[in-house]
């Protein structure tokens, strides 16, 4: 604004003039101006001197940026972004997207300060006769400090107060925009501008916008393309070619407003003018997918995101971890492993179809590192349930964004097979396991808080693959035999059992404490199997727990680079971890799993089925790889038991561990490991654990002619231990224990 001393005009004209100014450009223009009227020689900055404009130091955070997930061979998986932005430097701008931009908001912006009154009292008198509005009032810097604002604000009230039309607000713009340009260049203003501006359809900054509307990035934008751009900050939401004709007609007459005001500023000619508009408008629609529903490892993904979230690791607070997975601009490279993720996925594909109610699901785990190199599923991850899709993460626990997971049956049974090895038990080991048992009335099992637990009245039955008579821990686990290890967890004890598996890293997948029942051996409680793969995992790594990892690097929005490493904390004796595996080795060639068969190279594991078929596990591991497979139906599994059932286009009676689970893992785990070298198992120190100890099984007795004279068992012709009614697998109802 020019002094008073050189206006022709009569103070009475001034202050008509600069009413009307107020009144159609906003309170702004009459707060600096009125000060002038009534004396001469005054001038603007005397003005603002009046009104105390001094800087004041604006706080800028960092811009909402995409956060980008990488595999272990650093290719992109997934991306999340609050705001769908790409921030460039200002040489990554084509010349004539800044032409257009400074044209139509601010064309004198390296000529004036902070605020431009000329420009203002002019862009007002113009909008005032053309009967809308062509021409910004505001300067570039003073649209920039608005935008912080705006995006600084947390609520709806924030983000309101931070655009409302008041003169005490437009005063701290003014405060605000003399510190920016005190503090930076005009170039790095108008950088700064161009990653901050919302230009519509998803799209917040220059480079995002260059690619949503035209399939492009910043710097190949031609004349038509940057004025289109150009012509959307002003009004993003009411030009957004994503809405409506409407709106795309909106936006169309928008870029030819600034085609003509290039041409009127002789920044381009009247036929390069006439040339841009004759063009469509080109709207491409490029989709920038976000979120894990859109990435090829969602279930993964979504670990990943709920990692962030919960993990201290990544700041202090939930609202701060938030952030920083929303607006981190991060670049996380993480553990999943191309090969392994294909393999679990064509095994699974093989044997469950994607229409199939019951889902089966697989984790594989690193042993000695807790590196998660695949999490698959049968059903497609997403909201659609025509389409049978799941929403949450069925590989994994309730605080990775997954449910309440399924009982984990018999592959519980290692945990109490580890605490009796542990105790001193021997290979050898072993007693008479009836078809059924009951528990002791005077209260054999009591919990880790000393209470006794178990029901006298409940039986616990073999089921026809896991029969009864004497066995050993060998035999017993080959065989899966549930008195077995009722029998063995009372002798062990409840609370030992689960005090090993607690060490072994297991936990129920709801987040709740495990439930400590005379059953627990049975796998009573429901997990997920990132859980179980994670403690087979320990027996593979010869008793080192290691809490499972999913990412290795963070590369914040600065080049900063932060590496996780391998939380891995020593459980079980080295010895104990090997005995525990020589025996689960034999699960393949004598146990439930003998008809399914082994995969080329040493491997351990062991089937599960849950009481009444609710759901079928297998989980297994080499030294190499551990790896977890359950299958269940996620709409209430005590409802939609496993039995005559189609799954995967073939029909079951009964489905056990090693009906679906098991091939499952076998077929998964041989892809998986293709190229990677065989490793052994450890031998067995069987000096520690081989024979038998205080419980060896009883030689055969000889005929009681008198049957019962002397005491001794009789032998009938049959089993000795008859007595027991060892399970024939011909019986009623029974508690399955494959």
């Known amino acids: 604004m020019q002094a008073q001393g050189k206006d022709r005009s009569s103070p009475v004209t001034n202050v008509i003039r600069l009413i009307a100014a107020g009144a159609a450009a906003g309170v702004l223009t009459a707060a600096i101006a009125l000060p002038a009227v009534g004396g001469a020689g005054v001038t603007a900055k005397s003005a603002m001197e009046d009104l105390n404009l ?47 931009l400074i044209s139509i908001e601010d064309f004198r912006f390296y000529e004036h300060g902070p605020i431009d009154i000329e420009g203002t009292i002019r862009a007002l008198l113009k909008n005032m006769t053309s009967g809308g509005v062509t021409q910004g009032g505001s300067s570039i810097t003073q649209q920039y400090v608005k935008q912080v604002l705006f995006n600084a604000a947390e609520t709806d009230a924030e983000r309101a107060a931070a655009i409302a039309p008041t003169v005490s607000r437009k005063l701290n713009e003014l405060r605000y925009a003399l510190a920016i340009e005190k503090k930076y260049t005009k170039d790095e203003v108008l950088e700064k501008y161009f990653n901050i501006a919302y230009f519509g359809a998803g799209a917040y900054g220059v480079q995002a916008a260059s690619k949503r509307f035209f399939g492009k990035s910043a710097a190949e934008l031609n004349l038509a393309e940057a004025a289109t751009l150009a012509g959307a900050v002003q009004n993003p939401n009411r030009t957004d070619p994503n809405v409506s004709k409407e709106s795309r007609a909106a936006l169309l007459e928008r870029r030819n407003i600034v085609l003509d005001r290039m041409a009127q500023l002789s920044k381009i000619t009247p036929a390069e003018r006439d040339a841009a508009k004759a063009t469509k408008l080109g709207y491409k629609d490029t989709k920038f997918p976000g979120g894990c529903e859109t990435s090829p490892y969602p279930y993964f993904c979504l670990y990943v995101q709920y990692e962030i979230l919960n993990n201290e690791d990544f700041g202090k607070t939930p609202e701060e971890r938030k952030k920083l997975l ?67 993460n069925v590989v994994a626990d309730a605080k990775h964004g997954g449910g309440g997971g399924f009982q984990q049956g018999s592959t519980a049974k290692p945990y109490t097979l580890a605490a009796a090895l542990e105790e001193g038990y021997k290979y050898g080991d072993g007693f008479p396991s009836p078809a059924g048992y009951n528990a002791p009335s005077y209260g054999a099992f009591r919990d880790c808080k000393g209470n006794r637990v178990g029901e006298p009245s409940h039986q616990v039955r073999n089921s026809s693959e896991g029969g009864g008579g004497f066995k050993t ?56 199997p990132v859980t179980v793969a994670s403690t087979y995992a320990v027996f ?14 963070i590369v914040d929005r600065y080049g900063k680079a932060k ?43 062991k089937t599960g089925t849950t009481d009444g078929y609710t759901a079928a596990w297998f989980a297994g591991y080499t030294p190499n790889l551990s ?57 067995v120190n069987m000096e520690r654990f081989g024979g038998c100890g205080d419980i060896c099984a009883p030689k055969p007795v000889k005929k009681d002619k008198d049957r019962g004279g002397d005491g001794e068992p009789d032998d009938r012709g049959g089993d000795p231990f008859d007595m027991f009614d060892a399970d024939d697998g011909d019986f009623g109802p029974i508690t399955p224990g494959n």
């Open 473 to 528: 821990l060998q035999s017993g686990t080959w065989g899966s035999v549930n008195t077995f290890f009722m029998k063995l967890e009372e002798r062990v004890g409840l609370c030992k059992t689960v005090k090993m598996a607690k060490k072994l890293g297991l936990k129920r997948a709801d987040g709740q404490p495990l439930r400590e029942f005379e059953t627990f051996t049975l796998g009573i409680n429901e997990t997920d």
């Open 627 to 683: 790896s977890a497979v359950s299958i269940g139906d996620p709409r209430g599994a005590f409802d939609n038991r496993l039995m005559g059932v189609t799954i995967g286009g073939r029909g079951y009676s009964y489905v056990y561990g090693a009906s679906i689970s098991g091939p499952i893992w076998k077929q998964s785990m041989m892809q998986a490991l293709k190229g990677i070298e065989a490793a052994e198992f450890t031998p």
């Open 540 to 553: 593979a790594s010869r008793g080192q727990s290691c809490k499972p990892l999913a990412i290795t690097e």
């Open 54 to 100: 001094k800087p004041e130091e604006l706080d800028e955070p960092p811009l909402p940026e995409r956060t980008v997930l990488k595999d272990a061979k650093g290719k992109q998986i997934a991306q999340f972004f609050f705001e769908n932005r790409q921030s460039v430097t200002l040489d990554k701008v084509s010349p004539i997207m800044k032409t257009a």
């Open 326 to 392: 929303q607006r981190g601009g991060l670049t996380i490279k993480t553990t999943i492993d191309p090969q392994m993720q294909k393999a679990a996925e064509k095994a699974i594909k093989n044997w469950v179809s994607t229409k199939d109610k019951p889902v089966a699901s697989q984790a594989m785990i690193v042993p000695g590192t807790g590196e998660i190199k695949a999490m698959a599923a049968s059903r497609k991850f997403g909201n659609n349930k025509k389409k049978n899709e799941i929403s949450y």
């Open 563 to 605: 590496r996780f490493k391998p939380k891995c904390t020593r459980v079980m004796d080295e010895e104990v971890a090997d005995a525990v595996s020589g025996i689960l080795s034999g699960v393949f060639t004598k146990g439930t799993m003998s008809g399914v068969g082994g995969i080329g190279r040493d491997a351990a594991g």
